[in-house]
């Protein structure tokens, strides 16, 4: 069966770092892309980073870019979110999915919390 689970979440002061992992199993990890999704009370889920299945390309939301990295390691079926530089606004739950643009499989989050 088909399973992500992140972790790495919890409460730091702004202007201080996190890193979410995302463990998939039940699938070959290694050929699939995957994203890193966010979504904070009211607000609708939006894309953070996305990287493809050999990790040698990614994207960002313009709000996270310089600040954010996702990484990738195939061998540990592992895909990190190193989260530098955290501001309150980052507050959310962070998903891990399967896919680039169509997500075929999701987590069930970790959430983040920034205090000011």
């Known amino acids: 069966e088909v399973q992500l689970v992140e972790s790495g979440g919890g409460l730091v002061q702004s202007g201080g770092s996190l890193r979410l992992s995302c463990a998939a199993s039940?699938?070959?990890?290694?050929?699939?892309?995957m994203s890193w999704y966010r979504q904070a009370p009211g607000k609708e889920r939006e894309l953070v980073a996305r990287?493809?299945?050999?990790?040698?390309?990614?994207d960002y939301a313009d709000s996270v870019k310089g600040r954010f990295t996702i990484s990738r390691d195939n061998a540990k079926n592992t895909m990190y979110l190193q989260m530098n530089l955290l501001k309150p606004e980052d507050t959310a739950r962070y998903y891990c999915?399967?896919?680039?643009?169509?997500?075929?499989?999701w987590g069930q989050g970790t959430q983040v919390t920034v205090s000011s």
């Open positions: 999915a399967r896919g680039w643009t169509t997500l075929t499989s």
């Open positions: 039940g699938f070959i990890f290694g050929i699939y892309h």
């Open positions: 990287i493809s299945y050999e990790g040698d390309s990614s």
